[in-house]
């Protein structure tokens, strides 16, 4: 069973920083993409970065270079480093999980998360 878990969510002043996590499990991880989407109130799911196990990345439009992404092979575990965060970055937070090609299209994923809430206060 694919299992994917988000964690390093929380609360953070504009311009501080954050990074989640998403550990995966029930897969082989070097087959498959992993990417980043959020979702704020009212507003449809967007892709942030996506990442392949051979350190293939993509970036999806509606983020700027504040964001990157990374992954550990041996701890299963990709992480999304957030930098000089904004307040319109507040959404929920999730990772998925696929076999193929990197993308930053919702409909491109099987498998997800459950999210992790990031609020930036101004």
């Known amino acids: 069973e694919v299992q994917l878990v988000e964690s390093g969510g929380g609360l953070v002043q504009a311009g501080g920083s954050l990074r989640l996590s998403c550990a995966a499990s029930?897969?082989?991880?070097?087959?498959?993409?992993i990417a980043w989407f959020r979702q704020a109130p009212g507003k449809e799911r967007e892709g942030v970065l996506c990442?392949?196990?051979?350190?293939?990345?993509q970036r999806g439009d509606s983020v700027e270079g504040r964001f990157t992404i990374s992954s550990d092979n041996a701890k299963n575990t990709v992480y999304l480093q957030m930098d000089s965060l904004k307040p319109e970055d507040t959404a929920i937070y999730y990772c998925?999980?696929?076999?193929?090609?990197?993308?930053?299209?919702?409909?491109?994923?099987?498998?997800w998360g459950q999210g992790t809430q990031v609020t930036v206060s101004s």
């Open positions: 998925a999980a696929d076999q193929g090609r990197c993308s930053v299209l919702v409909r491109a994923y099987r498998y």
């Open positions: 029930g897969f082989i991880f070097d087959d498959y993409a």
């Open positions: 990442i392949t196990s051979d350190g293939r990345s």
